[in-house]
């Protein structure tokens, strides 16, 4: 296919961005969107109720649709809406606080082309705030049940220059087929996990589907991390969301012979993180544990509702999708991550 055949043929792209007090970092976001090279496609920022200058940023902006939400509904709540506005073939969802590089679309478009198996892509991003060094790589699934953040706070290197299915996408540049809400359930987030966890419950969802997820590393684009949630929240209310909304995912989702095989060393990680916290008094770490367990019974009703789409929407059985996504990266990967020294960790493969 020459190029001008492609370019004719070029598939639609809705680039979805949520933004909650993020005037900060919105401008060069959507300046970097300017120079982007693919010729086909629409950008739709979501704004969450934001109380500082985000909507004079995106009013210098005309190409944008803007939808303004009248709460802070969160990524989940934030993307469920954006998504009823978007016209394209392939959905980007697309953190405020990242700047992209002119190319980085014709990767992925390019991937979806050549992999029709393949329903949800990440690029690869690096962090200027932490000298370059990558975000994670995709993550894989341990048998623990916790997730491997595979190439975190690593230097690039040759490892991490290819392709390859990892379990989970992270969700500050992951792109999916549009089609792929007809197979998992149709919706894309559920709302009551409002942040954090989201995109790995659409990814597992995915693969039970028979869809596939995949790192892609020739697209590339830089991610500040700018954390609005935890600024405005705080880290507690961070970490009590990922870990409920881990526990709930995991329990709506899995088949019960997994869950009867994961669920007592996932327990025993949980609760062991819950007593050191509070033996070695990171109160803040074990307020986190206790808003998690508080958070998980008030939503927990949740779980038989999914479980019974799952089993509706399933072609593939967990054995098939962990031959292909879980790793184990030793207990050292779990006590580093625990201390927040993650970077002093060696990825094994």
Not at 60 to 79: M, R, S, T, W, Y
Not at 171 to 199: P, Q, S, T
Not at 303 to 311: A, D, E, L, N, V
Not at 315 to 324: A, L
Request: proline residues 3%.
């Amino acid at each position: 296919m020459n190029q001008a055949t492609y370019i004719t043929e070029a598939k639609r792209v809705s680039i979805l961005i949520v933004n909650f007090n993020g005037a900060l970092f919105l401008n060069d976001c959507l300046n970097s969107l300017r120079k982007i090279t693919w010729p086909n496609y629409e950008i739709i920022v979501v704004d969450n109720a934001s109380t500082d200058d985000s909507l004079k940023i995106i009013q210098q902006f005309p190409e944008v649709k803007l939808i303004q939400n009248n709460k802070n509904a969160g990524f989940a709540g934030g993307n469920n809406l954006g998504l009823r506005h978007c016209n394209g073939d392939f959905i980007l969802l697309l953190n405020s606080d990242t700047r992209v590089t002119p190319g980085f679309l014709e990767p992925l478009c390019e991937y979806f082309q050549n992999h029709k198996y393949v329903g949800i892509i990440q690029a690869k991003m690096t962090l200027p705030r932490q000298h370059g060094r990558l975000d994670a790589c995709g993550s894989f699934i341990t048998p623990f049940g916790f997730l491997y953040h595979y190439g975190i706070l690593k230097p690039d290197g040759p490892q991490y220059n290819k392709d390859y299915p990892v379990f989970s996408a992270k969700g500050a540049c992951l792109m999916f087929r549009k089609e792929l809400i007809n197979y998992v359930g149709g919706f894309l987030f559920k709302d009551e996990y409002f942040c954090y966890y989201e995109e790995t419950d659409f990814c597992i969802r995915a693969w039970i589907a028979g869809w596939e997820t995949h790192f892609v590393h020739k697209s590339r684009i830089e991610h500040l991390q700018a954390a609005t949630t935890e600024k405005t929240h705080g880290q507690e209310f961070m970490l009590a969301h990922y870990l409920s909304n881990q526990t709930l995912s995991l329990l709506s989702n899995l088949q019960w012979r997994s869950i009867f095989i994961i669920f007592p060393f996932y327990s025993l990680i949980f609760i062991s993180g819950l007593l050191v916290s509070l033996l070695t008094m990171k109160y803040s770490l074990f307020k986190s544990f206790v808003s998690a367990v508080i958070r998980f019974i008030k939503n927990m009703n949740s779980i038989k509702r999914s479980r019974k789409i799952m089993k509706q929407i399933r072609k593939v059985n967990d054995r098939q999708i962990f031959t292909k996504t879980m790793k184990w990266p030793g207990l050292n990967y779990f006590l580093l991550s625990f201390k927040g020294d993650l970077d002093k960790y060696i990825d094994r493969f």
